[in-house]
């Protein structure tokens, strides 16, 4: 599994090179397009549907399935949005004058949950479910994670549509066991992170990435970023932040 992450080179300043990738225009956002909400979109044609005739062979499990199958649909409907999402481009590489990277980033995963709708949810069923999940990554993986309430519920109440994170970074091996093994709604969550191949020799010259920004709550913002990153800090990383982002 390849965990790396190469840009394109666009810049070179002082002995050291700086690769990414420009921000995307507006033509460019990502888009994730569903039917647009409808709270008129109820079946206008209120009665039964038919009744299966046993006498003709018919079973109760074709209609169950066939009134599923519409349950399902005015369901999806009623929870049907339009989201607009920017996709910011990774952080650049930072590259010596051979072309050996100094500063790279690395694709790492998080355990994360992805809520379906859950129809007239209240807090201790949004909890709940993402307690059997949390505690299901925990005993697989023997760890300790946990969320608050709070940030579970008003992730549901506002931004289900996105994973809700919950785990540090996962091992190889982490990934592999819980890939295997995981519930219904317990996802696997990609993320960029800076890597230094090289981080104790010139870390003084280097700087690093600081910490992402807190986890957002309340309503999905249009064109709002689908991920978040640090901003650099000390050294070349400071220095040259708005060539790199």
Do not use: C
């Amino acid at each position: 599994m390849n965990f790396f992450h190469r840009a394109i080179v666009f810049a070179v300043s002082g002995g050291f090179f700086f690769a990414g990738a420009e921000a995307l225009g507006q033509d460019e956002l990502g888009e994730i397009e569903k039917t647009p909400e409808a709270a008129d979109y109820e079946p206008k044609d209120t009665r039964k549907p038919p009744e299966v005739d046993r006498k003709l062979g018919s079973n109760d499990d074709a209609a169950k399935s066939k009134s599923s199958q519409i349950g399902s649909s005015i369901m999806t409907r009623k929870e049907a949005r339009t989201f607009t999402f920017s996709i910011p481009a990774p952080r650049g590489q930072i590259l010596d004058r051979f072309g050996h990277p100094l500063a790279q980033n690395t694709v790492a995963y998080y355990a994360a949950i992805n809520f379906p709708y859950l129809p007239d949810a209240t807090d201790e069923d949004i909890l709940r479910y993402a307690g059997e999940r949390i505690i299901h990554a925990n005993d697989l993986l023997g760890a300790q994670w946990d969320l608050d309430g709070k940030t579970v519920v008003e992730h549901y109440r506002n931004r289900r549509w996105l994973p809700l994170t919950f785990s540090s970074p996962l091992t190889e091996e982490q990934f592999v066991d819980l890939d295997r093994q995981r519930k219904p709604g317990l996802v696997l969550h990609p993320v960029y992170l800076r890597h230094y191949p090289n981080e104790k020799m010139l870390s003084h010259v280097l700087g690093y990435v600081g910490e992402r920004p807190p986890r957002k709550l309340g309503p999905i913002e249009p064109n709002e970023p689908l991920w978040r990153d640090g901003k650099g800090v000390e050294g070349l990383e400071e220095q040259f932040d708005q060539f790199l982002t």
